[in-house]
Structure formats: structure tokens, C-alpha cells
């Protein structure tokens, strides 16, 4: 009965046409593009699709009233489980607001909605000198609201940053149901940095509805070399010397034997069969400097045993290059029946070492692991190969994926380097913070979310929710105090 009556209460605001809730409907809803292995799979009740800011509100509102969960969508593609209604409820896919509501080339802002494509974005300025710098490779099909909510990085997030670097003010809708800007195109904003707090908090305590995203100039030149290494070590031994000259690529991607394998097989992108590594390397700016710095990374590359470097001669033969990496993922079901993509981060220098240890582990597994990552900022992403069906398997699978976290923490990195921590990550986080830190986290949040019912399960780890707060705090004091306790 209250479900019918939320129902009608929801088809007032979105329209028959916006909202979904028949089984077959929601099915698509259930996961992101985690395997559903690793991250699970759950229906929300309820799909809505509004198309204005005040219907988000709307929705929200009518949530707390029926005191019901809220889930933010945007395309789906996340990796680690953000967007799944763990606990059913409403899911508020924002993807038919995709509207660029103002471009000011002379300030250099877009104002658009969450759904928006993130490609559309610079499709529409490019011919007028400006993109939108952030680009994950699943950027034909990711929102610019799920990119501020992982704060998502990208191939050319070396050079210009990620996402946090792009965004310049947002609009939200709060769980009060409150609608507020944060941020602006004002030089500075002064107050707490609430834009800084939106971005990278996977839809927990507000949803974007709008973004004032920075536009960046298109660069005068662009060079996309490709190129071939024996192993693995030679490439990574090639990545630190191209940045130890002072270089700085717009992109320098990695992709091992295995990878390679996978793509060429998947889309004959022009990578070499018998190659140990493949750098993928983009250099733009001023044409003098990008030809000056093409040459010098040649000679970096040959001084590391490239094999050769081949430097793109023609869009077609540049966007053929890209296509095999940004792909890779998609070519990997040409090998396995799953894989889990781990996704961490270690300080640049340790990548030599850090890819050791995967090695070494999956070795120890006896699981096969392709490499393919953003070198050049040292965010690495192993994928386990694996056969959820075969037993034992997925149990093997998580050990492995565990230790390689382990090991970045210990080396100075991080357990996401981009992906997020949603719901595959969140009892990991207890590797980088002590229970005060977390305890500190779980206070932002309760201070937005009382009641927990935005985007539940995300992010902070099991027993740091609402209830558990002072019982965080107390084992924080526990600690100090040295008494220990599990
Ligand atoms: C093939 C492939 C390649 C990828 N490559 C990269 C890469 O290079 N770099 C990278 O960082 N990521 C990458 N990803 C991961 C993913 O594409 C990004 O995290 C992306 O930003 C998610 O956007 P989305 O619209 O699909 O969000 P969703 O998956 O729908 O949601 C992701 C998270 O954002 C929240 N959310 C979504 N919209 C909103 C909103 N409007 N307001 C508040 N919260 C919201 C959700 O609740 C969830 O927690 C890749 C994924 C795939 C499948």
C-alpha cells in the first residue's frame, strides 16, 4: 500500500514515462560495470529519470518522507559497485539531463547538467578551441555527474589533472531535499570548500544536478607515439627516464604482453604480437616543443630497447592507437570468462617494483593478471583473470586483489588510484586511515545525511555508519590509549 502510494507520489513529479518498476525494466539497473562477482548486484524498487533539478528535489523529499533509500546513477559504467541500489529503494538516474546550459569561452566555463556525455562536452567546443580535459576511457559513455562523484581520473589526467581539477561549482540536491550552489566561477570562494567535499563522494551525502566545469584551450600541436618494449621493466625503465628529463606527456599509458594480446585479437589496433610492453604516448602543446619533445622521447625509448617508435602520421592512425587502450578493458573477454580490475596507485618511482610484486603474486595465485594503466602517474590497474564458476577461484581471486592493496599502501600509494571506493572497496579503507580519520569521515557525513539513506553502504567502512559513530570514536580513544581492540 505504501509502495503503491510512493509510486503515484513519484509518477506526480517524473511522469508516467520516468518512472520504472517492473522487473524486467530494473534488471539493466542492478549492477555498474563491476564484475558482479567481486561488487553484487542489486534491484532498486523504483528507476526514476527526471529532467530538471527541482524534480531531483522533488524525489528526494518524497524519499524522506516515505523514509525510503536514494541511490545516484549516472551511465553505469563505475568499477567498484557506487552505483548499485545495495539496499533496493529509489534510484535517481540523471541521465536524461544532458544539457549544456552555457559555454563562456572568454571565462573558460560550461554550465551542464549530470547526465551529460562526458565526450559531448568537448565534441560541441572543440571546433571552437576549447575540451573538457578529464577523459576516462569509458568516456563515450560516462556522465559528467558520475565523473565528479569517483573524481574521475583518465589518460590525459598526467598533464591536466582529474576531475577535482575541473570543476569550478556545483549544483546540488542535499538529503534534507535542499537544492544549493556550491562554488562559482568566482576566482576564489571564500567559506568552507563544499565543492571540494561534493567532488569524489560518490553520491553520499548530495546529487550533482548541475556542473561549472573549466574549459581548457586545445593544444596547437598533438604527437601520439606508440611504442614497443622486450619487457615490461625496459618500458617502466623508459616512463621514469621520459619524466626525469622533465618531460611532461599529455598521456603515458602502459599495456603488457597479455593486454596486447587481448586487443590486437579484439581490434588489430597496430600493437606488435611479440611485444613484452606497449607505451602509448601523447605529447601536446606548441608545435616547435611537441616536435623537440617527440625527438627526445625517441631517444629515451630506443636507450630503453624499444624495439621501434612509431609516431602517428594521421588522425585515423592516432585514434586507431587510442582505440586499443581505451578499449582494453571491453577486448579482455577475448581471453577470460571475468576479471577483476584492481585499481590503486603507488608514488611513480615505485611502479618498477609495485609491477614486480603483481607479478610474483600472480604467480603465487597461479592466476593470469594483464596489466594496462596510466603510467605516467603511476595508477595501476592489474586484471585478475579468472572463472567465477570454477571453485575456489573467486576466493583466490580476492586474496590476490587484497595483497596487491597491501602493497601499494605500504609503498606510500593508495587503494584507488580512480575508480572509487564504493561498495568493493569501502572494508579496505581501514588499510590507509585510523579510526579517527574514519571517525572524521563519518562525522561529514552524518552532518549531511542523519539518517544514512543516501547511497548506503558506500565508502566508509561496515560499523562507521550513523549509530556507529561514537562507537568509532571510542575505539579511537581505546587506541590511544594502546588497549587494542578488534
Ligand atoms: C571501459 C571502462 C573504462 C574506464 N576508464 C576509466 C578511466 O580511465 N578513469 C576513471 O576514473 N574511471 C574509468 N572508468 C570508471 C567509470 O567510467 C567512471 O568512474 C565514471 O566517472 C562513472 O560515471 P557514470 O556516469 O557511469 O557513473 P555511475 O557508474 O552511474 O556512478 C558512479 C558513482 O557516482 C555516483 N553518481 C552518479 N551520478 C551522480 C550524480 N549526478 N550526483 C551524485 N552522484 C552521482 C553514483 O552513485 C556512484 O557512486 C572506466 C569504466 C569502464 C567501464
Same mark, same amino acid.
Not at 18 to 45: T, W
Not at 85 to 94: D, F, R, T
Not at 181 to 209: N, Q
Given at each position: 500500500?505504501?509502495?503503491?502510494?510512493?509510486?503515484?507520489?513519484?509518477?506526480?513529479?517524473?511522469?508516467?514515462?520516468?518512472?520504472?518498476?517492473?522487473?524486467?525494466?530494473?534488471?539493466?539497473?542492478?549492477?555498474?560495470?563491476?564484475?558482479?562477482?567481486?561488487?553484487?548486484?542489486?534491484?532498486?524498487?523504483?528507476?526514476?529519470?527526471?529532467?530538471?533539478?527541482?524534480?531531483?528535489?522533488?524525489?528526494?523529499?518524497?524519499?524522506?518522507?516515505?523514509?525510503? +533509500? =536514494?541511490? /545516484?546513477? &549516472?551511465?553505469?559504467?563505475?568499477?567498484? !559497485?557506487? #552505483?548499485?541500489?545495495?539496499? %533496493?529503494?529509489?534510484?535517481?538516474?540523471?541521465?536524461?539531463?544532458?544539457?549544456?546550459?552555457?559555454?563562456?569561452?572568454?571565462?573558460?566555463?560550461?554550465?551542464?547538467?549530470?547526465?551529460?556525455?562526458?565526450?559531448?562536452?568537448?565534441?560541441?567546443?572543440?571546433?571552437?578551441?576549447?575540451?573538457?580535459?578529464?577523459?576516462?576511457?569509458?568516456?563515450?559513455?560516462?556522465?559528467?555527474?558520475?565523473?565528479?562523484?569517483?573524481?574521475?581520473?583518465?589518460?590525459?589526467?598526467?598533464?591536466?589533472?582529474?576531475?577535482?581539477?575541473?570543476?569550478?561549482?556545483?549544483? +546540488? =540536491?542535499? /538529503?534534507? &531535499?535542499?537544492?544549493?550552489?556550491?562554488? !562559482?566561477? #568566482?576566482?576564489?570562494?571564500? %567559506?568552507?570548500?563544499?565543492?571540494?567535499?561534493?567532488?569524489?563522494?560518490?553520491?553520499?551525502?548530495?546529487?550533482?544536478?548541475?556542473?561549472?566545469?573549466?574549459?581548457?584551450?586545445?593544444?596547437?600541436?598533438?604527437?601520439?607515439?606508440?611504442?614497443?618494449?622486450?619487457?615490461?621493466?625496459?618500458?617502466?625503465?623508459?616512463?621514469?627516464?621520459?619524466?626525469?628529463?622533465?618531460?611532461?606527456?599529455?598521456?603515458?599509458?602502459?599495456?603488457?604482453?597479455?593486454?596486447?594480446?587481448?586487443?590486437?585479437?579484439?581490434?588489430?589496433?597496430?600493437?606488435?604480437?611479440?611485444?613484452?610492453?606497449?607505451?602509448?604516448?601523447?605529447?601536446?602543446?606548441?608545435?616547435? #616543443?611537441?616536435?623537440?619533445?617527440?625527438?627526445?622521447?625517441?631517444?629515451?625509448?630506443?636507450?630503453?630497447?624499444?624495439?621501434?617508435?612509431?609516431?602517428?602520421?594521421?588522425?585515423?592512425?592516432?585514434?586507431?592507437?587510442?582505440?586499443?587502450?581505451?578499449?582494453?578493458?571491453?577486448?579482455?573477454?577475448?581471453?577470460?570468462?571475468?576479471?577483476?580490475?584492481?585499481?590503486?596507485?603507488?608514488?611513480?618511482?615505485?611502479?618498477?617494483?609495485?609491477?614486480?610484486?603483481?607479478?610474483?603474486?600472480?604467480?603465487?595465485?597461479?592466476?593470469?593478471?594483464?596489466?594496462?594503466?596510466?603510467?605516467?602517474?603511476?595508477?595501476?590497474?592489474?586484471?585478475?583473470?579468472?572463472?567465477?564458476?570454477?571453485?575456489?577461484?573467486?576466493?583466490?581471486?580476492?586474496?590476490?586483489?587484497?595483497?596487491?592493496?597491501?602493497?601499494?599502501?605500504?609503498?606510500?600509494?593508495?587503494?584507488?588510484?580512480?575508480?572509487?571506493?564504493?561498495?568493493?572497496?569501502?572494508?579496505?579503507?581501514?588499510?590507509?586511515?585510523?579510526?579517527?580519520?574514519?571517525?572524521?569521515?563519518?562525522?561529514?557525513?552524518?552532518?549531511?545525511?542523519?539518517?544514512?539513506?543516501?547511497?548506503?553502504?558506500?565508502?566508509?567502512?561496515?560499523?562507521?555508519?550513523?549509530?556507529?559513530?561514537?562507537?568509532?570514536?571510542?575505539?579511537?580513544?581505546?587506541?590511544?590509549?594502546?588497549?587494542?581492540?578488534?
Amino acid at each position: 500500500m505504501a509502495s503503491q502510494q510512493l509510486r503515484e507520489r513519484l509518477v506526480s513529479i517524473v511522469g508516467p514515462d520516468g518512472l520504472l518498476d517492473d522487473p524486467y525494466d530494473l534488471l539493466v539497473y542492478e549492477y555498474d560495470a563491476s564484475d558482479e562477482a567481486i561488487a553484487g548486484s542489486h534491484q532498486p524498487d523504483f528507476v526514476v529519470l527526471p529532467t530538471t533539478s527541482e524534480q531531483v528535489a522533488e524525489v528526494v523529499r518524497i524519499a524522506r518522507e516515505f523514509n525510503v +533509500v =536514494v541511490t /545516484p546513477r &549516472g551511465a553505469g559504467t563505475g568499477l567498484a !559497485g557506487g #552505483a548499485i541500489a545495495s539496499q %533496493g529503494g529509489i534510484m535517481v538516474v540523471l541521465t536524461r539531463m544532458t544539457k549544456i546550459l552555457e559555454v563562456n569561452y572568454l571565462d573558460r566555463y560550461a554550465v551542464v547538467e549530470p547526465g551529460l556525455i562526458n565526450l559531448d562536452l568537448s565534441v560541441k567546443t572543440s571546433p571552437d578551441g576549447y575540451f573538457f580535459a578529464p577523459d576516462p576511457s569509458s568516456q563515450k559513455a560516462c556522465t559528467i555527474g558520475g565523473n565528479v562523484a569517483n573524481n574521475s581520473g583518465g589518460p590525459h589526467c598526467l598533464k591536466y589533472g582529474v576531475t577535482s581539477n575541473h570543476i569550478l561549482g556545483l549544483e +546540488v =540536491v542535499l /538529503p534534507s &531535499g535542499e537544492l544549493i550552489w556550491v562554488g !562559482g566561477s #568566482a576566482p576564489e570562494t571564500p %567559506g568552507y570548500d563544499l565543492t571540494g567535499v561534493m567532488v569524489g563522494s560518490e553520491g553520499t551525502i548530495g546529487i550533482v544536478t548541475k556542473a561549472m566545469v573549466r574549459l581548457t584551450r586545445n593544444p596547437e600541436d598533438i604527437n601520439v607515439l606508440m611504442a614497443p618494449f622486450p619487457t615490461i621493466e625496459s618500458a617502466s625503465g623508459a616512463v621514469s627516464s621520459i619524466i626525469a628529463a622533465g618531460i611532461l606527456p599529455a598521456a603515458l599509458e602502459m599495456m603488457d604482453a597479455l593486454t596486447i594480446e587481448a586487443v590486437e585479437t579484439a581490434f588489430n589496433a597496430g600493437y606488435p604480437r611479440d611485444a613484452g610492453a606497449v607505451l602509448l604516448i601523447e605529447i601536446d602543446g606548441l608545435r616547435e #616543443a611537441v616536435a623537440e619533445s617527440t625527438e627526445e622521447i625517441v631517444t629515451i625509448c630506443k636507450q630503453h630497447d624499444a624495439k621501434e617508435v612509431r609516431v602517428a602520421t594521421s588522425q585515423a592512425e592516432r585514434d586507431l592507437f587510442w582505440q586499443g587502450r581505451k578499449a582494453a578493458f571491453g577486448a579482455m573477454g577475448r581471453l577470460t570468462k571475468n576479471y577483476y580490475l584492481q585499481d590503486t596507485v603507488v608514488p611513480r618511482t615505485k611502479l618498477p617494483q609495485t609491477l614486480k610484486r603483481v607479478d610474483e603474486i600472480s604467480r603465487d595465485y597461479d592466476l593470469k593478471i594483464a596489466n594496462v594503466f596510466h603510467a605516467g602517474d603511476g595508477n595501476l590497474h592489474p586484471l585478475i583473470l579468472f572463472d567465477r564458476y570454477k571453485p575456489g577461484d573467486l576466493e583466490k581471486v580476492l586474496n590476490a586483489g587484497t595483497e596487491m592493496l597491501h602493497y601499494c599502501v605500504d609503498v606510500g600509494g593508495a587503494i584507488s588510484g580512480e575508480h572509487g571506493i564504493g561498495l568493493e572497496k569501502k572494508d579496505h579503507l581501514t588499510m590507509m586511515y585510523s579510526t579517527d580519520d574514519l571517525a572524521a569521515m563519518a562525522g561529514l557525513k552524518q552532518s549531511f545525511d542523519p539518517t544514512q539513506y543516501f547511497n548506503p553502504d558506500k565508502v566508509l567502512p561496515s560499523g562507521s555508519g550513523c549509530g556507529e559513530i561514537d562507537s568509532l570514536k571510542e575505539h579511537a580513544r581505546w587506541e590511544k590509549m594502546g588497549i587494542h581492540v578488534v
